[in-house]
């Protein structure tokens, strides 16, 4: 158990909709990342946050947002949905510092119909 | 710009076959954290390692080794006497040294053992 909460574990839904993933980082971590994972594909690096600030940006869609609560969890809002946005969502969190790995949720599986 | 590159997409073994995973690595920082994760067919990733850039002492644990060699920028991965249960996707990642770390991931290679 990599400490890392992620709900809900599948999502399915319509195209045009829109859908809120949420995140809950491990106890003490800072950051916060988002990759999105197609189909037999790599992680695509979406956005991350550190301490309640976004900290970078990745290859992240105008119809997507994000945000970091003050309590630290994290929220990723996709809409206008398509259905090339059926993928797996990771989150991920770490201390924040640049030794500190990376722990993976289990992802949020979203279908797209 | 930090890079990771994993030039090998897919590798086919039989199994009890040593296996080796490339990856190398670009960047402009002296000090930078090298990590290897899995993502066995059920989904999750799952950490495996870490190596600092001013530690190149190779790693062993059971019949993983990692051997970091800064003057190739690379940081391999072998797996010796492959199981069925190694078939995974494996991803080589780059972290800066500042705090709200940058984490960058190579593109993956998908291991297959085969029986």
């Known amino acids: 158990d990599s400490g890392v909460t992620q709900t809900p574990k599948h999502l399915i839904t319509a195209t045009g909709q829109r859908v809120t993933l949420r995140c809950s980082p491990r106890?003490?971590?800072?950051?916060v990342y988002w990759y999105q994972q197609s189909l037999d594909q790599g992680l695509q690096f979406l956005i991350q946050?550190?301490?309640?600030?976004?900290?970078a940006k990745g290859n992240i869609l105008e119809r997507f947002s994000a945000q970091q609560f003050p309590d630290l969890h994290s929220e990723l809002n996709l809409s206008s949905l398509e259905l090339g946005d059926s993928a797996l969502y990771f989150c991920?969190?770490?201390?924040?510092?640049?030794?500190?790995?990376?722990?993976f949720g289990n992802g949020t599986r979203l279908t797209v119909t | 710009a930090q890079k990771v590159t994993q030039a090998q997409t897919e590798i086919s073994v039989v199994e009890k076959e040593d296996v080796t995973l490339d990856c190398v690595y670009e960047?402009?920082?002296?000090?930078?954290?090298l990590f290897w994760y899995k993502q066995p067919p059920s989904g999750e990733l799952v950490f495996l390692i870490r190596?600092?850039?001013?530690?190149?002492q190779n790693e062993i644990s059971g019949r993983y080794s990692w051997n970091f060699q800064k003057s190739t920028s690379s940081f391999n991965f072998t797996i010796t006497a492959s199981q069925v249960v190694d078939s995974a996707v494996y991803f080589c990642?780059?972290?800066?040294?500042?705090?709200?770390?940058?984490?960058?991931f190579g593109p993956g290679t998908r291991l297959s053992v085969l029986p």
């Open positions: 190596r600092n850039s001013f530690d190149e």
């Open positions: 106890s003490g971590d800072l950051s």
């Open positions: 991920a969190s770490s201390a924040g510092q640049g030794n500190s790995p990376l722990h």
């Open positions: 990642a780059l972290s800066d040294h500042n705090y709200g770390q940058n984490f960058v």
């Open positions: 946050y550190y301490n309640g600030e976004e900290r």
């Open positions: 960047t402009r920082d002296t000090t930078y954290y």
